[in-house]
Nanobody
Framework: VQLQASGGGLVQAGGSLRLSCAAS????????MGWYRQAPGKQRELVAA???????NYAESVKGRFTISRDNAKNTVYLQMNSLKPEDTAVYHC???????????????WGEGTQVTVSS
């Protein structure tokens, strides 16, 4: 199972970016999917998560500005980020709780990070 993230970049404060993360491989089922971020010198933190039923939860710092969604048919999770602030600058990583249909193992998988930089 692999996760491929895209959509990061450089944006001015107040701007928007949309991150995507597609899962591929021997996937039988995907449960929760989410986005985490890690800024320099800080621990990785949960930004937003979504269950396969569509329930969501967000970090307090992004509520009202970020929206997580998923397309189950495409095994893809999205993060729409609006009203970006310099403190949102970080490497963003996607995560998925996947049941591998080939090995019959359920595990967390991580994508390579994508850099988001917000200039003031």
């Amino acid at each position: 199972v692999q996760l491929q993230a895209s959509g990061g970049g450089l944006v001015q404060a107040g701007g928007s970016l949309r991150l995507s993360c597609a899962a591929s491989g021997s996937i039988f089922s995907i449960y929760a999917m989410g986005w985490y971020r890690q800024a320099p010198g800080k621990q990785r933190e949960l930004v937003a998560a979504i269950t396969n039923g569509g329930s969501t939860n967000y970090a307090e710092s992004v509520k009202g500005r970020f929206t997580i969604s998923r397309d189950n048919a495409k095994n893809t999770v999205y993060l729409q980020m609006n009203s970006l602030k310099p403190e949102d600058t970080a490497v963003y990583h996607c995560n998925a709780d996947v049941l591998d249909g080939l090995r019959d193992i359920r595990a967390d998988y991580w994508g390579e990070g994508t850099q988001v930089t917000v200039s003031s």
